[in-house]
Structures are given as structure tokens and as C-alpha cells.
């Protein structure tokens, strides 16, 4: 096979302007990854299901005592191990006792912030008044016990707006906590209260919680050894249904690949299904998420094309051909935007077929899902083009919240969900309710912050890198090594928003309408995020759909929150390598 020359390729660069994204960190590796053998998974799950009974004797034996502090910490143990899913009825029982208990802990802080955080989690309306008891001369709630002040922190963070008591506790023992961290701590505290600190218990990613908390229980004198040993091996049990599917989604995408020239877009296919395994990680919801992972797939496409590959004639002729979902009608686009339009169009249309064979009612709108995601990034273009910046953060978001694709993701979810969703509820998630734009925030800005800030590189040096990209070329042709691209990446220091014409971000908007600094946007923007988290938890407590629904939406804003933490961790996927290896690779 020829080879381009070196000075063609970077001609190419130059002409497109391509990001420079590193190779996926996994390729095909989960074509042959096997987690353990057929007799292996046969006696773990053979082991499991007398674990599982044993765990459900604990239970009830609990929910007979008297204790409302032990039937509080098995039903938060059961959450955070991963296992929850498994006693769903039996949780609900307890929770019901635990809110029937009108003494509810009553001078014992921890007991109060354990059963304000569990009842709250689960859509109870319990007032954050319970609190008023424990607030000292100067208005602050404290103690001097490690456990109690993590408890209080997190219950804290499932506050609404006005709640003006949480909000003070968070403020005050935010400081308190982190002096804590100058303390001589026993490590495993230590590791509690760093945790805490970065991601409040109700703000994290379930399976990602299971995995770290197994090997936190498993050093506690106080566990339950029935208990932990069903959590590893659920865990195993659930590590291969994964692999399993990632198998099936690494063929496709494959062929995909194949058949189409994705050059200019991020290869993600893997980090992909770990996001939605965030939104649903139920075993039992193996299609959902084959069929989310693939929509997702779709949408980064569409992301990177729009966003800094193809022309505006492109685009707006390639949204164009979208609307009409018809093959025929792309003799305008360029050949590789005619195939990856046809392979959208096989694969949705595959997609919706599958959903009617399972008689889903909801199948028809996957296809508007799809087309409504290309509409949505168009919009952006139109703004690029225009060198346009919004004067204000809020007219900002009514656009880029809906390109954050938290709403089709949570709609997916509730489409794949077959009979529990009905077509008012699907319905309701596209008008983008309170809870998904919530989400969308969170995604979105969060997004934006770790995106502007980690990468503020002066011209001088941007040039520098796109020279050291230049030279690295030659060497890339020469070896046929891809890998040496992460060595030109320097960690995408060559900001993924600022090496391109790009739709002006959320922090330069802030800094336009404050005239601020970009340190000083980004604490605004925070605080956006943190009324986003209370919109979320409102929504959650009014109860205006059926609880499956709106944990579905909250798991969105989870997973958003988790990928833009500290860095853009879907784009620099190699940040995301070990926490992957432990969902999918690493056995417990």
C-alpha cells in the first residue's frame, strides 16, 4: 500500500485543522479479553445465590430488630457495595421504618445525618429542620468526631435552593475537612475524607463507588464476611456481562470503522460504554446499554465533525441530509460524509427494528433522538461562524445545555426501559424538565471549566507545539508507531476548544457578561454547577415521575460529573485507563 508523504499529511493537517486526539488506550483488546472461564462464572454465580439468601436472612433480620441505627447502615453498606439492586423490596421496607421513626436519631447527629442523607437519596420530602437542634451559639453545626462531620457533609449536599442551614454546613465544615487532611489521620479516614472532599456520596458513579468501597469494607474490623464475599463475586458476575457486551460492541465497531473514515474524531468506543454503564448497571439492562453505547458512539461523531472537521457548506448539507433520514439524498456530501451518514442511518434504523421485535412502544423516537443531536451541534456552528460570544451564561446554555446529549442519553434510558415508561414520560424528558437541564449543566460546564483552565497556553507556545506535531509526523509515517501521538498530544495541552474555530465556551461568556478574569468565571461558573445539583435534588424530591425515571436522570448528572472532575477524561482517555481496567478487567 502507498504511503502519504510527510508533507502531504501535515498539508491534510493543515487544510482540516484535526485535533490532535491520542489512539484508544483499548483497541480490540476486549475482541479476545476474557475475565474469567465458562466453570469459573458458573461457580461464582452457583456461590452468589446461596450468598444472596444469606444476605437476605441478614436483612430481615434486621428490619425485625429495634435498631434504626443498624437498619440505616446495612441499607447505606448494601448501596455503596453494589448489591442494592438485589433487595430492592426489602431496602424500601426499611427505609419505610426508618421514616416512620419520628424520633429519628434525636440528640445523635450521625443517626440525624444518616437518615436526612438515606431518606432524601430515595425521594422522601424530610425536613433539613432536623438540623436546627445542633447548631451552636454562632449558627454552625460541627463535631469533633471524623465519621459524624462526613456524614453531615454529605447529607448537606442533597440540599434545595433556600435551605440555608445546608448550605452553612457545607461552608463551614468544607474548611473543617480539609484541615483535617493536615492531621496525622489513619489512612484509610485519610482516603474518606480526600473522597468526601472531591465527590459527595450522593454525586457518585454507583459502580465506580462499588469497586473502590468493596476494598475499603473488606479492612473494617466491624464486616460482615457473608456480606463482602457476595459483593466481590457480584462484581465478578458483573464484570463479565460487561465484557460480554463490549465484546459484541468491539465487532461493530469495527466493522464500523471499516467503513468509514473517522480520522478526525475521537476513538472511543470503550469509555463510551463506561458512561452509560454509569447511567444503567443493571445486569439485566444488557441491550440498554449496547443500544446507549452506540447512540453515544454516534454523537461523538457528530461532536468532532462539527465542532472543528467539517466545513459550514458540510455541515449545514450533512444536517440537511439528516432531517430527511434518507439515503438517496446524499449525492451533495462528500464521500466521507455519505458513508458515515449511511452507516448512522443502517445502525439507528437496526436499532429501532430490534426495539419493535421486543414490542417496545418507543422505538420510533430513537430516530428523532439521533437527528435532533445533529440539529443541536449545528446550532453551535452557526455561533462559530459568527464569531459570536453570548452576552450572557443563560442564553449561553439554552443552546450548549442541549449539545451536552444528556437528555437523549436520559431518554435512551427510559425508552429502553420498554413497559415501566409510558409516552408521557418520554415525552416529558424532551422538554428538557428541570432535572435533565440540571444534568446538562453539570455536563456542560463542568466540561467547559477543565477544558478552558488546565489548557491557557500563551500563542507563543501553541505554536511551538504545532511545530513539535509537524516533526513527530515524519517519525509517525516512518514507524507506522500511532502511539508516539500521545507523546504530541502533551496531554492535549494544545486546548481541544482553542487549537480550532470553536463555538465560544461557557467561561468566555462569564467573563463577558462579569468582565472577570477567568480564575474569577470559573468560581461563578461553580456555582452554577452547585444550584444545577439543587435543581436536580428539587425535582428528584417532587416526585413528578416514577422514582426509576428520575434515579435514571440523576445518574446522568453522576456520570457528568465524574468525567469532568478535574480534566476532560472522555478526551484524555489514558487518565480513564485504570478505573476501566477495574470495571472490566481486574477481577475483585
Known amino acids: 500500500m502507498a504511503t502519504s508523504s510527510p508533507i502531504a499529511l501535515i498539508s491534510q493537517v493543515q487544510q482540516r485543522k484535526p485535533r490532535p486526539y491520542t489512539p484508544s488506550p483499548w483497541g480490540d483488546f476486549f475482541l479476545h479479553h476474557i475475565p474469567c472461564t465458562p466453570s469459573q462464572l458458573f461457580s461464582m454465580k452457583k456461590k452468589a445465590q446461596i450468598n444472596k439468601e444469606e444476605v437476605r436472612q441478614v436483612i430481615l433480620e434486621t428490619l425485625a430488630s429495634s435498631s434504626l441505627v443498624e437498619k440505616m447502615e446495612l441499607v447505606d453498606r448494601l448501596q455503596r457495595l453494589g448489591v442494592d439492586y438485589h433487595y430492592k423490596k426489602e431496602i424500601n421496607d426499611l427505609l419505610c421504618y426508618v421514616y416512620n421513626d419520628k424520633d429519628g436519631g434525636s440528640s445523635n447527629l450521625y443517626i440525624t445525618s444518616l437518615r436526612f442523607y438515606l431518606l432524601r437519596k430515595h425521594g422522601y420530602g424530610v425536613s433539613s429542620d432536623v438540623f436546627e437542634k445542633f447548631r451552636d451559639e454562632q449558627g454552625n453545626i460541627s463535631s469533633d468526631d471524623v465519621s459524624y462531620l462526613l456524614m453531615l457533609y454529605d447529607a448537606a449536599h442533597l440540599r434545595t435552593h433556600g435551605e440555608e442551614i445546608l448550605d452553612n454546613i457545607i461552608t463551614f465544615n468544607k474548611s473543617h475537612l480539609q484541615s483535617l487532611l493536615l492531621e496525622n489521620l489513619e489512612p484509610e479516614l485519610r482516603e474518606e475524607v480526600q473522597c468526601t472532599l472531591e465527590t459527595p456520596r450522593f454525586r457518585r458513579v454507583s459502580r465506580v463507588e462499588a469497586r473502590r468501597y468493596i476494598s475499603v469494607y473488606e479492612k473494617k474490623a466491624t464486616r460482615d464476611a457473608t456480606i463482602l464475599e457476595f459483593a466481590k463475586l457480584d462484581y465478578n458476575i458483573l464484570q463479565a456481562i460487561y465484557c460480554d457486551e463490549l465484546k459484541e460492541l468491539t465487532v461493530w465497531w469495527k466493522d464500523f470503522q471499516s467503513q468509514t473514515d473517522l480520522s478526525f474524531a475521537r476513538d ?149 426501559l420498554g413497559e415501566v415508561t409510558t409516552r408521557e414520560d418520554v415525552d416529558w424528558a424532551l422538554t428538557f424538565p428541570k432535572i435533565i437541564r440540571g444534568a446538562c449543566i453539570v455536563g456542560r460546564v463542568g466540561n467547559d471549566i477543565v477544558s478552558h483552565e488546565v489548557y491557557q497556553i500563551s500563542p507563543h507556545i501553541n505554536k511551538l507545539l504545532i511545530n513539535v506535531i509537524s516533526s513527530f509526523l515524519n517519525i509517525i509515517v516512518s514507524s507506522g508507531n500511532v502511539y508516539i501521538l500521545t507523546i504530541c498530544t502533551f496531554r492535549h495541552t494544545l486546548k481541544r476548544e482553542q487549537t480550532s474555530e470553536h463555538v465560544a465556551s461557557t467561561v468566555q461568556t462569564c467573563m463577558k457578561e462579569y468582565g472577570v478574569t477567568v480564575e474569577e468565571a470559573n468560581e461563578k461558573l461553580r456555582i452554577i454547577i452547585e444550584e444545577a445539583w439543587m435543581d436536580i435534588v428539587e425535582d428528584y424530591l417532587e416526585q413528578k415521575r416514577p422514582m426509576v425515571l428520575l434515579e435514571t436522570a440523576v445518574n446522568v448528572a453522576r456520570t457528568m460529573d465524574f468525567m469532568y472532575k478535574h480534566e476532560d477524561a472522555f478526551t484524555l482517555s489514558f487518565s480513564l485507563k485504570d478505573v476501566i481496567a477495574s470495571m472490566y478487567v481486574n477481577s475483585v
Open 268 to 416: 472511543r468506543m470503550v469509555e463510551l460504554h463506561f458512561w452509560m454503564l454509569g447511567v444503567v448497571y443493571d445486569p439485566y439492562y444488557s441491550y440498554s446499554r449496547i443500544m446507549m453505547t452506540k447512540f453515544i458512539v454516534f454523537a461523538s461523531l457528530l461532536d468532532d465533525l462539527y465542532d472543528n472537521y467539517s466545513t459550514t457548506m458540510e455541515s449545514t448539507t450533512f444536517t440537511a441530509a439528516m432531517q430527511r433520514w434518507d439515503e438517496q439524498t446524499t449525492e451533495q456530501l462528500p464521500a466521507y460524509l455519505k458513508a458515515l451518514f449511511i452507516n448512522i442511518l443502517n445502525t439507528t434504523n437496526k436499532i429501532e427494528e430490534e426495539l419493535k421485535l421486543m414490542k417496545n412502544k418507543h422505538a420510533d423516537l430513537i430516530k428523532r433522538l439521533v437527528i435532533e443531536t445533529a440539529k443541536f451541534y449545528h446550532a453551535e456552528v452557526e455561533w462559530r461562524d459568527k464569531h459570536y460570544i453570548p452576552t450572557r451564561v443563560e442564553e449561553h446554555l439554552q443552546i450548549s445545555t442541549r449539545s451536552s446529549v444528556c437528555m437523549q442519553i436520559t431518554n435512551l434510558a427510559l425508552i429502553s
